[in-house]
Nanobody, 116 residues
Framework: QVQLVESGGGLVQPGGSLRLSCAAS????????MGWYRQAPGKQRELVAV???????NYATSVKGRFTISRDNAKNTVYLQMNSLKPEDTAVYYC??????????WGQGTQVTVSS
């Protein structure tokens, strides 16, 4: 079973930046999409950004133009560069590997708090 380990979360002021990383303990096939989700208190988990093995990306409307997802297939790692952070970006961020129709992989989550 491959494990995903996220890092890079923390406390940042509004307008600041953070870079999240998610490293897999084993090989992630490039046929699988990798993505980031987030869940704020009292809300459902939502998709933030997704990237295909070939590098095509898609973003939630709320983060478009501020967040950038990237992946390094050789390192089995996906990143999320978050700029111009807002208080409403505060959430636990989860890394995901979409292996449909097989079971997805999920990370344990990393807390991002945007506050002055």
């Amino acid at each position: 079973q491959v494990q995903l380990v996220e890092s890079g979360g923390g406390l940042v002021q509004p307008g600041g930046s953070l870079r999240l990383s998610c490293a897999a303990s084993g090989r992630i096939s490039s046929i699988y999409n990798m993505g980031w989700y987030r869940q704020a208190p009292g809300k459902q988990r939502e998709l933030v950004a997704v990237i295909t093995g070939g590098g095509r990306t898609n973003y939630a409307t709320s983060v478009k133009g501020r967040f950038t997802i990237s992946r390094d297939n050789a390192k089995n790692t996906v990143y999320l560069q978050m700029n111009s952070l807002k208080p409403e970006d505060t959430a636990v961020y989860y890394c995901n590997v979409d292996r449909a129709p097989l079971n997805d992989y999920w990370g344990q989550g990393t807390q991002v708090t945007v506050s002055s």
